[in-house]
């Protein structure tokens, strides 16, 4: 009977040691602006997250096109939250089997924790124990220009392969989405000019991400007239440029949200002053704010660079959905850590957090925050239930971050999108360049002078609406055809190194390459036919007239398309509201929405799908 038990015990062991490792996640080089900087502590204990597999991601698209495909006979039946968390909750055979992965490599199970939305495992382990069980090695990363420090390993980390299969990504690994932290001595004030663009992936620093307003600086002798469209853009202006006039019926059904990141903030008195200027009636109007870990609107920074953007995109957003229509601002981070779209994400689905009430360190602002003078109510996760259309003028290169990172956060836009949530992203300002203008090397390092083009993300997500910029050409008239901007900013686009094609684009982009072949080498950009391409829509991006800091300045960026799309479709949803339709939720499918769709009065003349 001993006997037989031993060999039980050892059959038991050996069924989930038996596979070899294989690579799980791999990147060629490390984001620009770090460092490996020496050898981690082989004793430091770090919170090892393992991120499991959702079932039925693979038909995801499929549910997603279901319910947003406009000759699909369930449209607009988008799924309650209940239902997306029952359908995506990761099995009970993957947490068993990587439990029992720990457990064999001596991880006690009092050590490992199962989060409360069953899509993470947390074993507390060494670097030493980490590196065995990932077969990798791990240093500490200091960023150059501030000295922040990161703990990953760089090139790759493995599993065991009967393991492999259960798991999306672990971290800390490889991933650098990571915010850089500064002491309580750094005033925010400082910040603008010790952030160097393209190293900061604080995605709410002055000249943080691949978005970035740009200005000509100040407009003097404002005229309204249609006729200086090409140089001053006011909301008349777009609304002559897109037939754009409608008056809301179902503004207590309807919703529309713009997202910042602190220390970006508008200034209220530049509110009163655009709208004394463009729309008296909301005149002393502010946008409702929900504030995200702590989000707040500050003034202790006041600047182009830390005003622009929001001054920009609430001035817009609300004068051309009107005083009627609420505008929510999603305010997302403290003053002191700051925050990362998977921070807005946590809590706008509370399924997506990533560890109980936390997130992860190595990415994310982390809340409680213990830093002096940061926000210490617990993390923002499932807390705000999203509006039907949010706006968001921020992006990464796409390059920053690792393929297992970017869709994961995909997949989640598709589940907002299922839900019935149209999410817009700024395609960027760069061309076919990223941030700063750098540029992919061969290995897939970013420099600039390299020849590879830089995708832009979640721009290059296939679930998000990718919005780029178009521009009323010098000398043409209001009611003349736009070309794409190429006035100060260069709009955003070009092809995914990391997604496919999606079914809705193939007919659009068979079509392009073969009757519009890009005059450039085909090593230097996806060239292959089957990739993401982007943007999905284009508005006006150049000469915005925007209260900055007391004057009007003139502004430029895929910032300003971005907005504004997000209210001209919160018109869209308004019509179909008042007659008792569902909102539009994910656009992309309907290809040209905006051009069948006449935005005159009588309000219900208003196309509806």
């Known amino acids: 009977m001993f006997l037989v038990l031993i060999l039980s015990l050892v059959a038991a062991v050996s069924s989930v040691t038996i596979s070899p490792h294989v690579r799980h996640e791999h990147r060629r080089d490390i984001p620009s602006g770090w460092r490996a900087a020496r050898r981690a502590p082989l004793t430091t204990v770090l919170p090892l997250r393992i991120g499991l597999v959702q079932p039925n991601l693979d038909q995801i698209e499929e549910h997603l096109l279901d319910v947003s495909h406009p000759e699909s006979p369930n449209y607009g039946h988008h799924w309650s939250p209940a239902k997306i968390a029952q359908t995506f909750r990761p099995s009970k055979d993957s947490v068993d089997t990587v439990r029992q992965w720990l457990a064999s490599e001596g991880i006690d199970a009092s050590r490992v924790t199962l989060s409360k939305t069953g899509g993470w495992l947390e074993a507390k382990v060494s670097v030493k124990e980490a ?38 990504l672990v971290t800390p690994t490889l991933h650098f989405d990571v915010k850089l932290k500064r002491g309580p001595a750094e005033p925010v004030e400082k910040r603008e000019s010790q952030v160097k663009p393209g ?43 897109y037939d754009f006039v409608y008056y809301p019926l179902a503004t207590d059904k309807n919703s529309f949200g713009i997202v910042e990141y602190t220390p970006q903030a508008y200034v209220p008195s530049d509110m009163d002053m655009f709208f004394t200027n463009f729309s008296k009636s909301q005149v002393g109007q502010r946008p409702g704010l929900v504030s995200i870990d702590g989000g707040v609107v500050q003034d202790v920074a006041t600047s182009f660079g830390f005003n622009g953007e929001s001054n920009l995109d609430l001035q817009f957003g609300m004068a051309l959905v009107g005083p009627k229509q609420n505008v929510t601002l999603y305010q997302v981070g403290d003053l002191v850590e700051g925050a990362s779209f998977n921070n807005l994400l946590d809590a706008l689905d509370g399924t997506y957090c990533t560890f109980e009430d936390g997130d992860d360190p190595s990415q994310d602002g982390i809340y409680p925050d213990i830093l002096p003078g940061g926000y210490t109510g617990p993390a923002s996760c499932g807390t705000v239930k999203p509006a039907h259309i949010i706006s968001t003028s921020y992006g990464y290169n796409e390059a920053d971050l690792t393929p297992a990172y970017t869709a994961r956060q995909c997949a989640e836009y598709a589940k907002l999108g299922i839900m019935g949530v149209t999410v817009l992203y700024s395609s960027g300002d760069n061309g076919v360049a990223g941030n700063s203008g750098v540029c992919l090397n061969p290995d897939g390092s970013q420099a600039v002078g390299a020849s590879g083009f830089n995708p832009s993300f979640p721009g290059s997500c296939p679930f998000v609406t990718s919005v780029g910029a178009t521009q009323v050409n010098p000398g043409a008239k209001v009611t003349d055809p736009e070309s794409a901007c190429e006035q100060v900013i260069f709009s955003g686009g070009g092809f995914s190194n990391y997604f496919a094609l999606p079914s809705y684009q193939e007919a659009a982009v068979t079509n392009y ?91 219900l003349r208003v196309g509806i799908l």
């Open 131 to 168: 590196e065995s069980l990932l077969k990798t090695e791990y240093s500490v990363y200091e960023h150059e220009s501030t000295g922040t420090e990161h703990l990953a390993c760089r090139s790759g980390y493995h599993l065991p392969e009967h393991v492999s299969k259960h798991v999306d």
């Open 513 to 603: 390459l073969t009757k519009y072949p890009p005059p450039y080498a085909l090593n230097i950009f996806n060239s292959t036919g089957k990739s993401r391409a982007f943007p999905d829509i284009s508005a006006n991006g150049a000469n915005y007239v925007v209260a900055i800091n007391g004057e009007f300045s003139s502004v430029f960026g895929t910032s300003a398309s971005t907005p504004v799309t997000g209210a001209i479709l919160t018109a869209i949803n308004d019509a179909r509201l008042a007659i008792g339709k569902s909102p539009i939720g994910f656009i992309n499918p309907t290809g040209q929405i905006l051009a069948v769709t006449q935005m005159v009065l009588p309000p």
């Open 199 to 241: 190293t900061a992936k604080s995605i709410g620093q002055p000249g943080s991400g691949v978005v970035t307003p740009k200005t000509t600086g100040r407009v003097n002798g404002i005229l309204q007239e249609l006729s200086q469209c090409d140089q001053f853009i006011t909301p008349n202006c777009i609304r002559a440029l």
